[in-house]
């Protein structure tokens, strides 16, 4: 696989990911249902991409294949250049929890454990996150960490999440509806977060929402309908969080 260098850079003009003739269905026969038909695009080194689309058009299995949670029928996904190869099982959940971050709508934390532990395990058993205390002050969780899920609201326990997802500080993150369960201040909490994160650290997010007002924070908006990308849109001039008139 190759090596992002130190800067986070990938060289010049090389995509941090690249899906190519994504096929996958689920069910068999006449009901099955042709979720990904043919997906290609390409993410740049810290672009921050917007997939848009009506429920059943294929985001979050787009995002699930492309986050080598589940293998395609055909077609190839490469990262670095690299094809990820589903044989190899020890190389994909390598890749998976060294370069990969995930956020969700549902904040997926352990009930059993503290906001600190939850965020922990999103990091190598043998290397714990050294800068887990710089990471949870720039989400503003510090006073957080010895509570437990049920001790914290929404927005916090998705912070705590996203907490989780950058500890191993990876290349690309995928947030399938990250603020879907939040109101609007949590949500413009949550963006401004990840944008400012983005911003530091030149990580690649690669995000679906249903929300077409998030759609213009995004460098490029891609458009969804029956499995395929029916559209995409570059953004000159992306807005910020405090910019979006919420409807």
Request: proline share 6%; net charge negative; hydrophobic share 35%.
């Amino acid at each position: 696989m190759g090596t992002v260098e130190k800067n986070g850079s990938t060289g010049p003009g090389r995509p941090i990911l690249a899906p190519f003739d994504l096929k996958h269905s689920y069910g068999v026969g006449g009901a099955g249902v042709q979720a990904l038909d043919g997906v290609d695009f390409e993410l740049a080194q810290g672009e921050l991409v917007v997939i848009l689309g009506p429920s059943g058009s294929g985001k979050s299995t787009l995002l699930n294949v492309v986050g080598t949670l589940e293998e395609p029928d055909s077609g190839t996904v490469e990262y670095l250049g690299t094809p990820v190869n589903h044989r190899r099982r020890r190389a994909v959940q390598n890749l998976r929890r060294e370069r990969i971050g995930f956020v969700f709508q549902a904040y997926n934390l352990v009930p059993t454990l503290n906001a600190r532990d939850n965020i922990l395990l999103g990091g190598e058993a043998q290397r714990p996150g050294p800068h887990l205390e710089g990471l949870a002050e720039e989400l503003g969780i510090s006073a957080l960490l010895s509570k437990f899920p049920t001790e914290l609201s929404g927005g916090e326990q998705q912070r705590v999440a996203i907490a989780r997802a950058l500890v191993k500080r990876p290349v690309v993150l995928f947030c399938d509806e990250p603020t879907g369960a939040l109101d609007t201040s949590n949500s413009q909490l949550v963006l401004e977060l990840l944008r400012s994160y983005r911003s530091q650290h030149g990580t690649s997010i690669v995000m679906v929402t249903h929300n077409p007002q998030i759609a213009e924070l995004a460098d490029r908006v891609l458009t969804m309908r029956d499995g395929k990308i029916v559209a995409q849109k570059r953004t000159e001039s992306p807005l910020t969080v405090d910019e979006i008139e919420w409807v």
